[in-house]
């Protein structure tokens, strides 16, 4: 039955985590406010993100004057156990062709 209102589950491949991530590694350098807006999302979704990530291990930062530099640790695996083996080199290499 269609009542004429009908609603399309949105989903895409790439998890917004995966999104920074692949912009940060592209350019470690980045600012908040230029992944954001490459990522389609707030400052604040993306410094959410950044603390996920720094927390979970997979990304450090350090303090250069006022900007921070990010570092990847490409030697982590994937965090979902489904996922697993893969480190995030290996994704970040076939993300960043």
């Not at 039955?1 to 895409?12: F, I, K």
């Not at 406010?33 to 990530?53: G, K, N, P």
């Not at 080199?89 to 062709?97: F, I, S, V």
Request: proline share 3%; aromatic share 4%.
């Amino acid at each position: 039955m269609d009542n004429g209102t009908t609603t399309e589950r949105q989903w895409t491949f790439l998890t917004n985590h995966a999104r920074v991530l692949v912009q940060i590694a592209r350019d470690p350098g980045i600012r908040v406010r230029d992944i954001a807006a490459r990522c389609l999302l707030t400052e604040r979704a993306v410094q959410r993100i950044i603390v996920d990530l720094e927390q979970a291990g997979y990304l450090s930062h350090e303090r250069h004057g006022r900007t921070n530099h990010y570092s990847v640790v490409t030697s982590k695996q994937l965090r979902h156990p489904a996922d697993a083996g893969p480190t995030i080199a290996e994704l970040l290499a076939t993300l960043l062709r």
